[in-house]
C-alpha cells in the first residue's frame, strides 16, 4: 500500500480529514492530527472492513450485514506510525462529536483470515493453542472443529499425534512431527561392535506352552539335571532366570514361563529370547496357548524347538502333536520340514539330555555373540521392592560386563550396582552377556523389560537418570490429561477410575476458587482430583458434554443446570451434583473418593504349625514334617518362618501335603509335609505361621 496522510485520504475519499480521524477513534484508534500516516488496519477500519464501527455514518449499509469485529486488542496495536517531527500526543479520550459524514457505499469484502501454511510440524504434542496458532486460526475455530470429531478440548489442552493430523487434514495442510535425538534415551549411547570383538554367548531360551503341559516341571528338570556339579545342594534361587552348564557351555533360561513374559518384554520393545522351547503334552496335543505360544515366536522371528512332553504317560500319541503341528509351518525334519521335535518327559528325565543338546545347536547356527569387553547393558527380567534390600531387579546381561559398584541407568532408574546375587544365591562381583543377576543399590522399582545400561562415571547416570525418571513422570501426567480419539473412548468405557475429574460452576469467582482450592487439598491416598474446567455460571451443555467426554462429575454450586444441560445430562449419564454448602460438597466428593479406592488389607493369621523333623529330597529340597497346633494351613496362605521368635523368612508355601497327596488345607491336629518357596533352611523346632490377607470394610 502506498503511503498516504489522513488529509490525503479524506481529500481522496471527498471528506473531510475530521471526519476521518472521528471515525478512526471510533474505532478505537487514536491518531494525533491529519499528517498522521494511515496503515493497512486503519484503510480497512475506513472501508468499513476492519472495525465494527457503529455510529450513524453507517446508517446507509443494509441493517443486516454484518461484518466480522477486529478484537480491541489489535485495535490497539494498530497505531499510527507518528512521523519524525510531528507532536507525540498522548491518546485522547474520543470526546469530539461524530462526524455525520457519509460514506460513500462500498463494496464489502469479508476479512480474509491469514493464509493457511503449506506444512506445520511439531515435536511429540500441541495444545490447541499452539495448533491454531500454527494454522494461523483462532483457537475457538480448532475447539469447534475438535468438537465436530467428538473430542471436547479446551485451549490448553495437549493433542496427540494422530488429532494432529486429523486436525492438519482437515485443512489440508500437511503435518510432520520433528523427531528430536533424545538425550535420555540409552540406546543412544549403545556404540556398535566390532566384529574382532565378539564372542561367543549362550543362548536365551524360553519354554512357552498351554497350561500344564509341563513348562514348570520342564524347567525344573532342566535345572535339576543340569546345575554345575558341586552346586548342587545349594540354596537356588528364584531371580527369574536360571543358567545351566552342559557340555562345557552354557545355556541360559528365563523361567518366568507363560506367554505374559515374552509379551511383556515385547512390548516394552525388549527382545531377550534367542530361542523358545515349546512345550506340547503328548497326550493332550495342541491347545489354544500353543497355537498363541506359535504365533509369538513367530512375530518376534525365534526360532522354535519343539519339545513334545509327558511321552511316559499311556495316552501319549506323539506322532499326533506332530500332525497337528504341521498345520503351523512346524514340520518335523523326519517329514521334510525343518523343526526340531523332541520327545520328553520332564518328569522323569527322558529326552532331557538331547533337547538340550538341540538347543546347543541350534544356538550354533544362529550364532550368537556378544562384546563382553564394554560397560554392560540389557534388560530387565524381573523387578520388586524388597522389605529389607530396597529395589530388587533381576537382569539379563545382554552386551558388556556388568560390574559391582558400576553406575547405571534402568528404565526410569538409576543408581550404583551395590550387590550382585547369581540363580544360586551366590554373590558375584561381575557378570557377562546372557548372564541374569540379581542386584540392587537402585533408587526405584523398575519395570520389566526395561532397558539398563551401566556408565563409566556417576555423575552420568544420575544425570541421565534424572532426566529419564521426570521423563516418565511428565508421560504419566500427560496420559491423564492428554485428549486423544482413542483415550476418549477408553475413558468412557473404562470403570477403574484412579483420579476423579471434576468440573466447578459457581455463582462468583470467589467460590469457584474456594472450591477448587478445597478439592484439590483432599488427600485420599492414590486416588487424586483433577478439576478440569471451572467457571461461573449456570451449568451449561458445554459443561456437560465436557464431562461426559472426560468422564468427569460436575460440582454446581448455587447454580443449576439450564434446560439443554439437565436434558443432555439425563441422556449422557452425567452426574450433577447441586449445593449450597460448600462444606457438603467437599464431603460428598470425599465419600465418592474412598469408595473409589482399592481395597484395603490386613494380615490374618490363621494357623500355627509346628516343625517336627526335616528331609532333605535332592530334587525338592527341603521338607518339612510338621504338625498344625493351631487353626490350619492352606496351600494358598502366605507363612513366617518363626525361630526363637524371630522371624526368619516370610513367603509363600511350594507344596503342602497329606502324606504323599497334595492337601488344600490341613487342620490342627494333623500331620503335614511343607516346603517353602525359595527357602531350604528349616529347622527342627522351627514355628510355621500360616496368614492369608483380607479386606477391609470401608465404612
Ligand atoms: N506324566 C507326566 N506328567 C508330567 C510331565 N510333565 C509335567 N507333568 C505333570 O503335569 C502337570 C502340569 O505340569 P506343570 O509343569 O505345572 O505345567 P505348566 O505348563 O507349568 O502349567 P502352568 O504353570 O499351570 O501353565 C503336573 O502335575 C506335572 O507333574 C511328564 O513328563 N510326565
Redesign the pocket.
Known amino acids: 500500500m502506498r503511503k498516504m496522510r489522513i488529509y490525503e485520504y479524506a481529500k481522496e475519499h471527498n471528506a473531510t480529514s475530521k471526519g476521518i480521524i472521528d471515525k478512526l477513534k471510533q474505532a478505537g484508534i487514536e491518531v494525533s492530527n491529519h499528517m498522521s500516516v494511515l496503515d493497512e488496519q486503519m484503510v480497512k477500519v475506513l472501508e468499513g472492513k476492519g472495525s465494527n464501527g457503529g455510529g450513524g455514518e453507517r446508517a446507509n449499509e443494509p441493517a443486516k450485514e454484518s461484518r466480522p469485529s477486529m478484537p480491541p486488542k489489535k485495535k490497539e496495536s494498530s497505531r499510527p506510525q507518528h512521523q519524525g517531527g510531528q507532536n507525540r500526543k498522548g491518546p485522547k479520550k474520543p470526546n469530539q462529536s461524530r462526524s455525520k459524514q457519509q460514506q460513500r457505499p462500498q463494496r464489502q469484502e469479508p476479512p480474509k483470515a491469514k493464509p493457511l501454511p503449506e506444512k506445520i510440524t511439531f515435536v511429540e504434542s500441541l495444545t490447541v493453542g499452539e495448533l491454531a496458532k500454527k494454522l494461523h486460526r483462532e483457537p475457538s475455530e480448532i475447539i469447534k472443529k475438535l468438537m465436530g470429531l467428538g473430542v471436547m478440548a479446551t485451549i490448553n489442552q495437549e493433542l496427540d499425534k494422530d488429532t494432529i493430523e486429523l486436525i492438519g487434514t482437515d485443512y489440508g495442510v500437511e503435518v510432520e512431527e520433528e523427531i528430536v535425538i533424545d538425550k535420555t534415551d540409552i540406546e543412544n549411547y549403545v556404540d556398535e561392535d566390532k566384529e574382532e570383538d565378539l564372542k561367543e554367548r549362550p543362548p536365551v531360551v524360553t519354554i512357552m506352552?498351554?497350561?500344564?503341559?509341563?513348562?514348570?516341571?520342564?524347567l525344573?528338570s532342566i535345572r535339576h539335571t543340569k546345575v554345575t556339579e558341586g552346586e548342587a545342594g545349594g540354596i537356588t534361587q528364584h531371580i527369574g532366570a536360571y543358567q545351566i552348564d552342559a557340555n562345557g557351555k552354557k545355556i541360559t533360561f528365563l523361567d518366568t514361563?507363560?506367554h505374559a513374559a515374552f509379551t511383556t518384554m515385547r512390548a516394552r520393545g525388549a527382545q531377550v529370547t534367542d530361542i523358545t522351547i515349546l512345550?506340547v503334552?503328548a497326550d493332550d496335543g495342541v491347545m489354544p496357548q500353543t497355537k498363541e505360544a506359535i504365533s509369538h515366536a513367530k512375530a518376534a522371528g525365534v526360532p522354535i524347538i519343539v519339545a513334545v512332553?509327558?511321552?511316559?504317560?499311556e495316552a501319549a500319541n506323539p506322532d499326533r502333536v506332530m500332525q497337528e503341528l504341521t498345520e503351523f509351518e512346524l514340520v518335523p525334519e523326519a517329514w521334510g520340514g525343518d523343526t526340531i521335535f523332541v520327545n520328553?518327559?520332564?518328569?522323569?528325565g527322558t529326552g532331557i539330555d538331547e533337547l538340550i543338546e538341540m538347543i546347543q545347536l541350534v544356538a550354533e547356527v544362529e550364532e550368537l555373540k556378544a562384546n563382553p569387553n564394554k560397560l554392560a547393558s540389557g534388560t530387565v527380567i524381573e523387578a520388586e521392592l524388597d522389605k529389607g534390600r530396597g529395589a530388587v531387579a533381576t537382569l539379563l546381561v545382554q552386551s558388556g560386563t556388568l560390574k559391582v559398584g558400576d553406575p547405571i541407568v534402568v528404565g526410569a532408574t538409576f543408581g550404583r550396582v551395590r550387590a550382585m546375587v547369581n540363580d544360586l544365591g551366590r554373590r558375584v562381583k561381575e557378570v557377562g552377556p546372557s548372564t541374569p543377576v540379581e542386584i540392587t543399590g537402585l533408587s526405584d522399582v523398575p519395570q520389566a523389560g526395561d532397558q539398563f545400561r551401566a556408565f563409566a562415571d556417576e555423575k552420568t547416570a544420575r544425570h541421565i537418570g534424572e532426566a529419564r525418571m521426570s521423563k516418565h513422570r511428565e508421560a504419566n501426567l500427560a496420559k491423564t490429561s492428554r485428549v486423544s480419539l482413542d483415550d476418549l473412548f477408553d475413558q468412557i468405557q473404562q470403570g477403574d477410575v484412579k483420579e476423579i475429574n471434576v468440573i466447578i460452576k459457581a455463582d462468583v469467582q470467589g467460590s469457584v476458587e474456594a472450591m477448587r482450592g478445597s478439592l484439590e487439598k483432599i488427600e485420599v491416598e492414590g486416588v487424586k482430583i483433577n478439576v478440569i474446567h471451572t467457571g461461573v455460571g449456570a451449568i451449561t451443555e458445554y459443561d456437560v458434554m465436557l464431562a461426559s467426554a472426560s468422564n468427569a462429575i460436575v460440582i454446581g454450586f448455587n447454580v443449576r443446570p439450564d434446560v439443554n444441560a439437565k436434558r443432555t445430562a439425563d441422556a449422557e449419564k452425567v452426574d450433577i451434583r447441586l449445593h449450597r454448602v460448600i462444606y457438603n460438597a467437599i464431603d460428598e466428593i470425599e465419600a465418592a473418593m474412598k469408595g473409589l479406592l482399592d481395597p484395603e488389607f490386613e494380615e490374618k493369621v490363621i494357623g500355627q504349625v509346628e516343625v517336627r523333623t526335616t528331609f532333605k529330597v535332592s530334587k525338592v529340597g527341603t521338607i518339612a514334617g510338621a504338625y498344625v497346633t493351631d487353626g490350619k494351613i492352606t496351600r494358598d496362605s502366605t507363612v513366617r518362618l518363626i525361630r526363637d521368635g524371630i522371624v526368619i523368612y516370610e513367603g509363600a508355601i511350594n507344596a503342602l501335603k497329606r502324606f504323599k497327596d497334595d492337601a488344600k488345607e490341613v487342620s490342627a491336629g494333623y500331620e503335614c509335609g511343607i516346603t517353602l518357596e525359595n527357602y531350604n533352611d528349616v529347622k527342627e523346632g522351627d514355628i510355621i505361621e500360616a496368614y492369608v490377607m483380607e479386606e477391609i470394610e470401608r465404612k
Open positions: 506352552g498351554h497350561v500344564d503341559h509341563g513348562k514348570t516341571t520342564l525344573d514361563p507363560g512345550v503334552a512332553n509327558k511321552i511316559d504317560k520328553v518327559s520332564a518328569l522323569d
